[in-house]
């Protein structure tokens, strides 16, 4: 799986949208990004996921960039309770490549 | 979406002793990892659990260490084995379950066992 570069710590205030870049230069055309949260002592938990279009849902939206070399995951009104390590990781779907790996990640803190 | 559950939450275990957790997902996944996640890190993959067969292990981790079974679709264990102080880390259990489509699997993860040795 291709690797990723996320910076180590992002804030935001409360309230204010929270946009969490992701490099992924290597990207090859069958694989994916995924983005996944930890909150403190809780396991990873899924946010969302895309190939190449934008993706939204009722937690997030993903913007891929058109050469698919970086991301950007968004927050739109980021609360106290989105403070976390945000987890980008890209995953092929061929064969037997099912699992993840997983980066540094950006240790996201919202404040008021 | 699948519910792993996951134990013990917690465990404090002697030197030299072993530890096994064990990992229950509510439907039939496809597949179940374990991963390592030490102290301010992130989180490492140890093995891909394989339903009545030997484990894949990931780079080093070996099967003596971290013996693992899965005897069916929906449960797993894993034994950390001759404990020493640098096995204190969380363990995750997780899983991969399938939406109508390849593309809309998801992994999920159980709460962790966070494991501390004397």
């Known amino acids: 799986d291709a690797k990723t570069t996320q910076p180590p710590s992002m804030d935001c205030a409360e309230g204010r949208a929270a946009n969490l870049p992701c490099n992924h230069s290597?990207?090859?055309?069958?694989?994916?990004v995924y983005w996944y949260r930890q909150i403190h002592s809780q396991g990873p938990q899924y946010i969302i996921h895309?190939?190449?279009n934008n993706e939204t849902n009722e937690m997030a939206s993903l913007i891929i960039t058109e050469d698919r070399k970086s991301s950007t995951l968004i927050l739109p009104h980021a609360t106290l309770r989105d403070t976390a390590v945000y987890y980008c990781?890209?995953?092929?779907?061929?064969?037997?490549?099912?699992?993840?790996?997983f980066g540094t990640g950006t240790r996201l803190q919202v404040t008021l | 979406s699948a519910v792993i559950s996951q134990k013990p939450s917690r465990d404090i275990c002697q030197r030299g002793t072993s530890l096994t957790i064990q990992c229950q997902v509510d439907?039939?996944?496809?597949?179940m990892f374990w991963y390592r996640q030490q102290p301010g890190q992130s989180l490492t993959l140890i093995a891909t659990?394989?339903?009545?067969?030997?484990?894949?292990?990931e780079s080093g981790f070996v099967i003596d260490k971290f013996p693992i079974s899965r005897p069916n679709l929906t449960f797993s264990t894993l034994t950390v084995s001759n404990l020493s102080p640098e096995d204190s880390s969380i363990y995750l259990c997780?899983?991969?379950?399938?939406?109508?489509?390849?593309?809309?699997?998801?992994?999920?993860f159980g709460s962790g066992t966070q494991l501390s040795v004397l």
């Open positions: 997780s899983a991969l379950g399938r939406g109508r489509r390849a593309t809309n699997e998801k992994l999920f």
């Open positions: 439907s039939q996944v496809t597949m």
């Open positions: 990781i890209v995953r092929s779907y061929t064969g037997t490549a099912s699992k993840l790996t």
């Open positions: 895309g190939l190449k």
């Open positions: 290597t990207i090859s055309g069958n694989e994916y």
């Open positions: 659990a394989n339903q009545g067969s030997e484990a894949t292990y």
